[in-house]
C-alpha cells in the first residue's frame, strides 16, 4: 500500500489522509419533490471497488451524510469496510428527513431528538458502533438558532456515538458558533480557483480547526 503523510482533524486529534474520497456519487439518485439531487444509476460493487482502491493508495478519509442516495451512500460504505472499520475515518452529515424507500427528501430536523434518531440510523447504516465526524448538513441554518443544536452533538460526544463533530457552511459567523464548542473539529467549505474564503480560513486557525473542502475543483468546472 502507498503511504501519504497524515494530518491532524483539528483540535480532535484524529489522523487523516490530506486527501479523502467524497461518497455523494456512489448514494445514486434521490429526489426533492421532481428535484434530482442524485446522480445517476451506480453500480455498487464497483463503488466498493473504489472505494477500496482509495485504501490502497492511502486514503483514509471518506466523506458521506445520511441523505446521499437517501441512506445508500452510508450503506454501501458499510458494505466496503466490514472487517476493516479501525482502518478508516468516516465522517457523515444529518440534517435531512428522508423516505429511503421512494428516495424522497421530506424535510429536515434540528430537534434533539431529531438529531440522535438520525445518529442512530447512520450507525445503523454504517454498520458501525461510532462516526469519527459528524458534521451538519445545512449550510444556511440560522447562527442564533445553532447552540441547541451544538449542545447535542458535545452530549453524543460524551456518550460515545461520535468523535468529533463540525459543521458543512460557508458562513463564518455560523461556524464560530460550532467552534464555541471543545469537541468542535472541523468545518466543511467551498474553496476552489473561482471560490475563495478567507474568513473561514481564518477561523480555522483561530480555533485550530479542519478545513475539508467540499470543492476543489468546482463541481468539474
Given at each position: 500500500m502507498?503511504?501519504?503523510?497524515s494530518r491532524k482533524l483539528g483540535r480532535s486529534g484524529i489522523e487523516v489522509s490530506p486527501m479523502?474520497?467524497?461518497?455523494?456519487?456512489?448514494?445514486g439518485p434521490f429526489w426533492s419533490g421532481e428535484t434530482p439531487l442524485g446522480w445517476g444509476d451506480v453500480d455498487d460493487d464497483e463503488s466498493i471497488r473504489a472505494i477500496h482502491a482509495a485504501l490502497d493508495v492511502g486514503i483514509t478519509l471518506f466523506d458521506t451524510a445520511n441523505v446521499y442516495g437517501a441512506g445508500h451512500s452510508e450503506q454501501v460504505l458499510g458494505r466496503a469496510f466490514a472487517g476493516i472499520r479501525s482502518r478508516v475515518i468516516i465522517a457523515t452529515k444529518f440534517n435531512a428527513v428522508f423516505?429511503?424507500?421512494?428516495?424522497?427528501?421530506?424535510?429536515?430536523?434540528?430537534?434533539?431528538?431529531?438529531?440522535?434518531?438520525?445518529?442512530?440510523?447512520?450507525?445503523?447504516?454504517?454498520?458501525?458502533?461510532?462516526?469519527?465526524?459528524?458534521?451538519?448538513?445545512?449550510?444556511?441554518?440560522?447562527a442564533k438558532e445553532a447552540e441547541p443544536v451544538r449542545e447535542t452533538l458535545e452530549m453524543l460526544v460524551k456518550e460515545g456515538k461520535i468523535r468529533a463533530y463540525g459543521w458543512s457552511t460557508d458562513y463564518p459567523e455560523r461556524l464560530e458558533v460550532f467552534a464555541m464548542g471543545s469537541k468542535c473539529a472541523a468545518v466543511q467549505l467551498q474553496l476552489n480557483v473561482l471560490d475563495d474564503n478567507p474568513a473561514i480560513l481564518s477561523l480555522c486557525e483561530k480555533y485550530d480547526l479542519a478545513a475539508l473542502n467540499r470543492g476543489p475543483l468546482a463541481m468539474g468546472l
Open positions: 502507498s503511504k501519504v503523510n479523502g474520497l467524497g461518497c455523494w456519487a456512489i448514494g423516505d429511503d424507500t421512494t428516495r424522497q427528501v421530506t424535510g429536515s430536523d434540528t430537534s434533539a431528538a431529531g438529531i440522535r434518531a438520525a445518529c442512530e440510523a447512520s450507525l445503523r447504516r454504517l454498520n458501525t458502533d461510532y462516526i469519527d465526524l459528524y458534521q451538519f448538513h445545512d449550510n444556511d441554518y440560522p
